[in-house]
């Protein structure tokens, strides 16, 4: 028989997944015109904590809503403050009084997603983590993981502490020895960069069930620095082709990038934690 998945630690946390709404509640950006994926609510979502074992989520706010937060706080409120914590989309001129509302709302980072729909690009970045600084948020940062040499600079100098998403999302394959991948091990090393064991599936080029390709970057980047490691579902898997990764099955793969069970709490409960401000 197949060895049963170990448990997964009491206070675990899902550190990236999005929530979606009715569209006439909540509509579409004209920055991301897309339909919104019907499936991404949060009954639909609690569905899934449930079958997981999960008791904290962090709701990163979809490029699809912009900077209009509304569907991402309403789901933090109803899941409550012990459970849910945000991420939100702010500009860098946002005003204090604002950000200190969504602050008050459970808003732990600012989002800049540094592809197409996103709204902050790499020439407000500076201004962005100074404005957010003084709140304690990190700026979390999305963007293809080839162009770390030439943005390791800017990352080091940001005022905050930085998310890089999804073990660098390297478009184009590269191997742990790879420079860029090496320059994501130095960023981690300041003690102020995190980065998220999350989508595998989504620049994987071998493909399922195990993502070898991405899988030996999370066991290297886990090696090297596990206190400076979140997990996330990337919940519903927007702009992912069906069928759709189980969330299940990415939830055990992180057993294979961290075999110890230490390491799994620290990753799943501790770091969590500490970076999004929940009770130990």
């Not at 596990?226 to 990337?234: A, D, F, I, K, L």
């Not at 519903?236 to 082709?241: G, Y």
Request: hydrophobic share 45%; with cysteine.
């Amino acid at each position: 028989m197949p060895e049963a998945p170990p448990p997964i630690p009491e206070g675990a946390c899902d550190c990236h997944m999005h929530i979606y709404g009715d569209p006439a509640r909540y509509p579409v950006a004209p920055t991301n015109p897309a339909p919104v994926p019907s499936e991404g609510t949060l009954a639909a979502y609690r569905q899934v904590m449930a079958r997981l074992g999960l008791s904290r989520v962090i709701v990163v706010q979809p490029t699809a809503y912009g900077a209009d937060n509304r569907c991402t706080l309403d789901a933090v409120a109803a899941l409550g403050p012990a459970a849910a914590r945000a991420v939100v989309v702010v500009a860098a001129d946002t005003q204090e009084a604002e950000l200190a509302r969504l602050a008050a709302q459970g808003a732990r980072g600012a989002r800049a997603f540094m592809m197409q729909g996103g709204l902050v690009p790499w020439s407000e970045l500076q201004r962005l983590s100074a404005r957010v600084a003084p709140f304690g948020w990190h700026v979390q940062l999305q963007f293809d993981g080839g162009e770390l040499p030439e943005r390791e600079a800017l990352i080091r100098s940001l005022e905050c502490p930085v998310v890089i998403d999804h073990i660098g999302r390297f478009e184009e394959p590269v191997a742990p020895d790879h420079p860029a991948f090496r320059c994501l091990l130095r960023l981690v090393e300041t003690g102020r960069v995190w980065v998220k064991a999350s989508s595998p599936y989504g620049v994987s080029r071998s493909g399922p069930p195990d993502y070898a390709d991405v899988s030996a970057l999370a066991r290297a980047l886990i090696a090297a620095a596990p206190e400076r490691v979140v997990w996330g579902s990337n919940w519903p898997h927007p702009k992912t082709p069906e069928p759709k990764p189980d969330e299940k099955a990415l939830l055990d793969l992180l057993a294979e990038w961290a075999p110890e069970a230490a390491l799994r709490h620290r990753i799943l409960v501790e770091n969590a934690a500490l970076l999004y401000g929940f009770p130990p």
